[in-house]
């Protein structure tokens, strides 16, 4: 019973290097979500899915890339990573939820990323 | 501005005490209310929702709902060391897809 499990869960990359973040769900979800976190910061939406092959942008887009080519496999790309980007990453995936009857986001346990 | 806001403190309070936790969101339209709780180093995990107005209690955590002020608040009574933890409020928008999440709140309960 994995749930969300993110790979990998720490790295180092020096500017200007490039990487892809790996969420993987095991729960059949049609949503799913890259959040950053900082401190003081909160969860900050970065992109999210809401079915295999689409993605949209959230509220800090820039610098990154994302792809769902399978539906319980989301991507993460940095192509050219800045030291602005060094944060917490969290890959999130939900059903589908509505205004009255919500939704829950089950989370990974975080990828620690710095950017020297 | 941002659709829920949260003092992301840190609150810092002795074994035993009320823990009060508060967000603030803009859009009175909002109907369903999470709190998330965080352990160090962990992914946020829901620890209760409510929807509307009113209050909502698991145990020692009452969630409670203001729509006439567009205020949310979460209390943890007789708190335990195990209860420090950063506290999330959220948000569902509706006619939208994705959680909105206030900065956080990070509680530390003294032995």
């Known amino acids: 019973n994995a749930g969300v499990t993110q790979t990998p869960k720490f790295r180092v990359l020096k500017t200007g290097q490039s990487m892809t973040l790996l969420c993987a769900q095991d729960?059949?979800?049609?949503?799913m979500y890259w959040y950053r976190q900082d401190p003081g910061m909160g969860l900050r939406l970065i992109h999210y899915?809401?079915?295999?092959?689409?993605?949209a942008k959230g509220e800090v887009p820039d610098g990154y890339n994302v792809s769902r080519l399978k539906k319980q496999n989301f991507l993460l790309g940095l192509e050219s990573a800045a030291p602005s980007q060094t944060s917490v990453y969290f890959c999130?995936?939900?059903?589908?939820?509505?205004?009255?009857?919500?939704?829950?986001?089950?989370f990974g346990q975080g990828t620690r990323l710095t950017v020297v | 501005q941002k659709e829920v806001e949260q003092d992301p403190g840190p609150l810092s309070v002795p074994e035993g005490a009320i823990v009060s936790l508060n967000c603030t969101y803009s859009?009175?339209?909002?109907?369903?209310f999470m709190w998330y709780r965080q352990y160090s180093r962990k992914g946020p995990e829901l620890l209760m929702y409510?929807?509307?107005?009113g209050n909502k209690e698991d145990g020692r955590f009452t969630a409670q709902v203001d729509k006439s002020s567009k205020y949310i608040s979460l209390f943890i009574r007789d708190s335990q060391p195990s209860d420090s933890a950063t506290y999330l409020c959220?948000?569902?928008?509706?006619?939208?897809?994705?959680?909105?999440f206030g900065a956080g709140t990070t509680v530390t309960v003294r032995a």
């Open positions: 999130a995936s939900s059903y589908p939820g509505t205004a009255l009857r919500g939704t829950e986001a089950f």
């Open positions: 729960m059949n979800h049609e949503y």
């Open positions: 899915s809401v079915g295999e092959g689409t993605t």
């Open positions: 859009n009175s339209a909002f109907q369903y």
């Open positions: 409510t929807y509307s107005s």
């Open positions: 959220a948000i569902f928008p509706p006619n939208d897809y994705k959680l909105s």
